[in-house]
């Protein structure tokens, strides 16, 4: 069973995209910030982590460089899953080591569908 971290510092979101990956046969984990996240993802290993931006403590840009200065997460897929849609926000995603973009509000449709992409 594929292991996937969701980080958002809202936990009704977190909840949605939760129960979203679980209904799919996923395993999700879930984190409250990047700080949270970063320790979660040092203790385990996941597949595939989506990751809000705005966060309080760290948010999802420091969380993404972090985890690609790992080498358990330099080629695990990191996906951002934020309000933030501008062409900035979005390179500085890429710069950072993002795999993926995903706007919010999310579709379920949609989030499985990338998560299954990315998975392989």
Known sequence: MKKILAVDDSTSMRQ????????????????????EALLLAKANQFDLVISDINMPVMDGITLIKELRALDAY???PLLMLTTESSPEKKQEGRAA?????????????QLLATARKVLG
């Open 16 to 35: 949605m995209v939760s129960f979203t990956l679980k209904t799919a046969g996923y395993e999700v984990a879930e984190a409250a910030d990047g700080q």
């Open 74 to 76: 330099k080629f695990v």
């Open 97 to 109: 080591g993002a795999t993926g973009w995903i706007v919010k509000p999310f579709n379920p449709d």
